[in-house]
């Protein structure tokens, strides 16, 4: 940690304002967890699809909102600050070694293929009917995952791709393994 990291959490936050305000970060994030109990209600189905659509879409979004407007702007700022601490020394590093690249190249593809091939291969596959939220939460996670094991460079590529004026720049070979 730099001098201006410690110097950063070190400042006092407005703590009652910046704890309710995660409370609410919180609770809006979880919200979409209480889906299952909606639907599981005694209402009518336009009722609960109201309901559910809201929980999923509307609400953790007004929470955020919410927090924001209750933490201020010190207190965001400080939050923000602390994340991107936190995301600095918790983070993917910016390298890392080429079996780990590897390793997160099979990790970022297989879930692809999978998903890929599924619709036109396993739709009627009955292990795959009878396990498909396990398999594509799996899948989903090992997407997820590879993104942290192929670290920062990988999420500069990953990038690249949004960003119109951008080009691939490939490393040269080295004179060991050219053949004349």
Do not use: C
């Not at 080429?98 to 619709?119: C, E």
């Not at 590879?146 to 004179?175: H, T």
């Amino acid at each position: 940690m730099t001098d201006a990291d410690v110097e950063t959490l070190q400042k006092k936050p407005p703590t009652n304002r910046l704890i309710w305000g995660i409370i609410l970060l919180v609770v809006g994030f979880l919200s979409p967890l209480l889906i299952p109990w909606v639907l599981s209600m005694d209402i009518s189905d336009g009722l609960k699809t109201v309901i559910s659509g809201g929980l999923a879409f509307g609400i953790p979004e007004l929470f955020m909102l919410f927090a924001v407007g209750v933490m201020g702007k010190s207190g965001f700022n400080y939050l923000k600050r602390y994340m991107r601490l936190v995301m600095k020394v918790y983070g993917p590093p910016q390298s890392v070694s080429k079996m780990r690249y590897k390793v997160g190249l099979v990790l970022f593809v297989v879930p692809l293929v999978i998903g890929f091939i599924t619709p036109y291969v396993l739709y009627q596959n009955a292990f795959y009917m009878d396990h498909a939220l396990v398999i594509t939460l799996s899948t989903d996670f090992l997407f997820f995952m590879s993104l942290l094991v192929l670290g920062g460079e990988f999420w500069d590529k990953l990038r690249s791709l949004f960003v119109y004026g951008a080009s691939a720049n490939f490393p040269e070979k080295s004179n060991q393994t050219q053949k004349s």
